[in-house]
């Protein structure tokens, strides 16, 4: 039977393969896409198949860690395989050897050292890797003879056949580890970005991009293998400038183009697409929250864009959809509109019939971080604070009581009343913004209470 089975170093697995014979020799699916990655092997888009041809017994190819996946089998002969983590982290230096012949195979991850001995004359050794080789990628090398990694090797390598270059690469101790995949983000300079700047840090394998660095309606030319996954916090949110014939362009470039694009450069390079969303695809006629699975219906064309957005998004096979509402994060915003009006002493018409949660920034980054780490299900996750929902008139006045004012000097007043009169293109807004917290909670993930967030965001407000 195709089994798969793990080993001590992560990510590096042994396919044990059926081989079928009689009279005539035998056969086997050296690469079978379904059945293996029903078996447990990740879905790895070869794109190269390459065969080594060994005459001698114990020739032997040195550790190589490279900037691709590979999966290596036998279709001749036979060979003790070693491998060596040198992916930074806590499994550098880890080994595993083992035999193979043409029933068996082992899938090596990005970063991991792969070498080979030949135990039989006239040996083909077979490999497929999911980048195309070139001169320029980086490499990371280990000594054969390293004495951390103590390898047996069955010829000795005084009695093996080396090349020169493989043995002089460096021990163990002075090994270049090799970097994790790169994370972009991209809107690195809007609300949500600066809060995943402060989430992710500054780690070498990190970018951040804003608008003047990358623009994702004309995504340039880069190496994506070397990107492991794309944070999409760019958006157009001005909601009611989209309903201009102006607004809407730029809404339907950076909504729906812009996410179809990455989609396409997620698919082809097996990167993980993490895309924002927004309660606008709904109508907000529910009368119970949102689940991730209700079906859109946009109001107004903000909506129209993030819907599409998000269906372009589900093109990409590793995809998060963070459908969130109610944002409030570093820079101009509901909270610190409504603390302002109360120092100057205004008092504010606020609505009162439309209903949702505040979504603090820190939150959301902190979600998708949480999603990324534990490998949760690709799909799409409801985002927002948790606690009792509220009306933009009751958060208004819980700002006023915070900050030390009467909140009774908020006025509720309905949606219809407050926009009419106003001039301009006004977009219809969701009655019902409540989004069901359930599925990414059954991930281990808890969101912040939305009232203790607003209080420590008053409190540390500039």
Known sequence: MLTVTETPIPGLLVVDLPVHGDNRGWFKE?????????????????????IAFNPTPGTTRGFHAEPWDKFVSVGTGRIFGAWVDLREGPSFGAVFTIELDPSRAVFVPRGVGNSYQTLDPDTSYVYLVNDHWSPDAEYSFLNLADETAAVAWPIP??????????????????ATPVPPRKILVLGADGQL??????????????????????????PAARHWRDYGTIINAAAYTAVD????????????????????????????????LVHISSDYVYDGTAVDAYSEDAPFAPLGVYGQTKAAGDLAVTTAPRHYIIRTSWVIGDGSNFVRTMASLAERGINPNVVDDQ????????????????????????????????????????????????????PARVTPVSTDDYYAGAAGAIASRPRNSVLDLSKIEATGFMASNTHESLESYLAGRG
Request: proline content about 4%; hydrophobic content about 40%.
């Open 30 to 50: 050296n690469w079978q896409r379904e059945k293996m990655v029903a078996a447990g092997l990740p879905d790895f888009g070869p794109v190269q198949n390459s």
């Open 157 to 174: 390598l005084a009695d093996a056949v080396l090349s020169e270059k493989d043995q002089a690469h460096p021990r163990l101790a002075d």
């Open 193 to 218: 970005g600066r809060a995943l700047r402060k989430e992710f840090g500054d780690a070498s394998h990190i970018e951040y991009a804003t608008r003047t660095d990358f623009d994702i309606t004309k």
């Open 241 to 272: 400038t989209a309903e201009t014939l102006e607004g809407r362009a730029a809404a339907w470039a950076v909504n729906a183009t812009g996410p179809a694009l990455l989609a396409r450069i997620a698919a082809e390079n097996g990167i993980t």
């Open 355 to 406: 209903t949702g949660r505040l979504t603090f920034t820190d939150d959301v980054a902190r979600g998708i971080r949480h999603l990324l780490s534990v490998d949760a299900p690709y799909g799409t996750y409801n985002v927002t604070g948790a606690g009792q929902p509220q009306t933009w008139a009751s958060i208004a006045a819980t700002v006023y009581e915070l900050t030390g004012h009467d």
